[in-house]
């Protein structure tokens, strides 16, 4: 997807049974986002700092847009997210 780049996928565990995996994503649930890239938390991911160029992918890029707000609030200014998200990733790609 982008060179470089840590990709998030949130989507619930079913719509990816459903509609498939995201080639490369590391899945974290939308529910423990926050605290598992908060470079200060415990529990974060390894390797995540201040930094890190992440990229938040939902369904349909709604609720990775609100994700992304509340990882800028935490000091993460390189979070993004996949406009559309990945039915418009995958749609793109097929």
Do not use: K, Q
């Amino acid at each position: 997807m982008a060179d470089g780049a840590l990709v998030i996928d949130t989507r619930d565990s079913a719509d990816r049974e459903a509609e498939g995996a995201l080639p490369g994503s590391v899945i974290v649930s939308r529910n423990v986002l926050e605290w598992r890239m908060r470079p200060s938390s415990p529990t974060s991911l390894e390797g995540i700092t201040a930094d890190s160029l992440m990229i938040i992918v939902c369904n349909d890029g709604f609720s990775s847009s609100m994700a992304v707000a509340g990882l800028h609030d935490l000091g993460l200014p390189r979070a993004t997210d996949l406009v559309g998200g990945y039915r418009a990733w995958r749609a793109a790609t097929a």
